[in-house]
Structures are given as C-alpha cells and as structure tokens.
C-alpha cells in the first residue's frame, strides 16, 4: 500500500469495531536514507478486559526506525481507536500493536511501551522491540514514569 492507495488519509471515516476489520496504512519514506527515529505518543489508549469487559486505559510510547515506508497517522490513530470495544489482556494488545506496525511498514527496528493503569491493584508495563535497535541510532527514554500511586 502506498499513497495512491491510501483510503483514509482526506476523507470521513468513521473508524473500525475491532483491530482485525482496521486498516493501517503506510507511506514512502522520503528520508529513507537516513537513520532516525519516529515516535507516536498515545496517551489515552483504550481495550476492554477480556475477562470482565470492563475498560483498561494505557499510555503507549512507539518507536520506530522507518525504512522505505512511514505509518500513515490517522490510519494509525483508527487502528488504535479499534482496540476501544476489543477484549484483551494488556501484554497481547501491546505486542499485537507492535508486531501490525512492523508488518504494513517494515521499519528498520521498532519498540513499544504499553504503561497500563492498574487493574486489581497492580499496574502492567509491557515492552516490546523488533529486535536490536540500528547501531548509532539516538534512543531517547520514552518519558513514562513508574506508576507510583498516590506514594
């Protein structure tokens, strides 16, 4: 897919009702000769849990090193939306999320930080990367700090 395929990008859509119907999209990399690193920061993510359906709240942190393709942005912001009405626990949605980007746009390396809020009392970080990041490749801290309650 490429940007004279793109279906979402300049026009209504009204978003999907699971992340198997979404459709995410890429585009060329304009600067794919260059060794850099992209990042989305989603702070509101949403799922249900599979168990009791109710809400789970996360804040996701993805890096990616792109290569000749770069996520489109609104097709990753309805894929994420999907997610809303999809029960799972919070360790499948982090790395399914991670495993679709890398997938549609074959980045050099990619890393996720799913920083979920407690459930039963216990908050889950779950992390996951492609592999070992490029060699010179600048990795900032994803900027989330532990969960410290009200300590």
């Not at 992340?19 to 999209?25: G, Y």
């Not at 930080?113 to 900032?140: C, H, K, M, N, T």
Request: glycine content about 10%; proline content about 9%.
């Amino acid at each position: 897919m490429d940007e004279t395929h793109l279906t979402q990008l300049g026009r209504e859509v009204r978003g999907f009702a699971s992340p198997e119907e979404a459709v995410l999209e890429r585009v060329p990399n304009p600067q794919a000769d260059t060794l850099y690193l992209a990042r989305f920061t989603v702070p509101e993510f949403t799922s249900l849990c599979p168990v009791t359906g109710q809400p789970d709240f996360a804040h996701l942190v993805i890096d990616y090193t792109p290569g000749p393709w770069l996520i489109e942005s609104k097709s990753l912001k309805l894929y994420l939306g999907a997610f809303r009405n999809h029960g799972a626990f919070h360790e499948d949605c982090t790395v399914a999320i991670g495993r679709k980007i890398v997938e549609v746009a074959q980045p050099l390396w990619l890393r996720i930080g799913g920083y979920w809020f407690p459930r039963g009392g216990i908050p889950i970080d779950v992390f996951w990367q492609s592999g070992a990041a490029p060699e010179g490749l600048w990795l900032p801290d994803q900027g989330v700090a532990p969960y410290r309650g009200r300590g």
